[in-house]
Nanobody, 125 residues
Framework: QVQLVESGGGLVQPGGSLRLSCAAS????????IGWFRQAPGKEREGVSC???????YYADSVKGRFTISRDNAKNTMYLQMNSLQPEDTAVYYC???????????????????WGRGTQVTVSS
């Protein structure tokens, strides 16, 4: 069974940190780019970050310098380290496997073929 499962979400105060994980089963990771998206209530889904098969990293301007994406192909797992979290980061975060090795155009959701169900991140005092 093909699955992507996110974990690590929760409630955190502004300025705090969380580390999201995305574990894959039933599909390979290492030859594909993988990405993180988020969707806040009442807003469209947005691309947050992408890491290519050769580990090149890309970030949305809104998270650059605060979030770090990484991957462990041996564990078929991807991570998103989120620091200096702000209330505007509140959203459901999704991981997804891209159809391609590289991240060009990564913010387009149609370029991904497998998605997780999401994990809630809430930043509030």
């Amino acid at each position: 069974q093909v699955q992507l499962v996110e974990s690590g979400g929760g409630l955190v105060q502004p300025g705090g940190s969380l580390r999201l994980s995305c574990a894959a089963s039933g599909l390979s990771f290492d030859s594909y780019a993988i990405g993180w998206f988020r969707q806040a209530p009442g807003k469209e889904r947005e691309g947050v970050s992408c890491i290519s098969s050769d580990s090149s990293r890309y970030y949305a301007d809104s998270v650059k310098g605060r979030f770090t994406i990484s991957r462990d192909n041996a564990k078929n797992t991807m991570y998103l380290q989120m620091n200096s979290l702000q209330p505007e980061d509140t959203a459901v975060y999704y991981c997804a496997r891209r159809k391609f090795r590289f991240c060009a155009g990564y913010m387009s959701g149609i370029t991904y073929d497998y998605w997780g169900r999401g994990t809630q991140v809430t930043v509030s005092s």
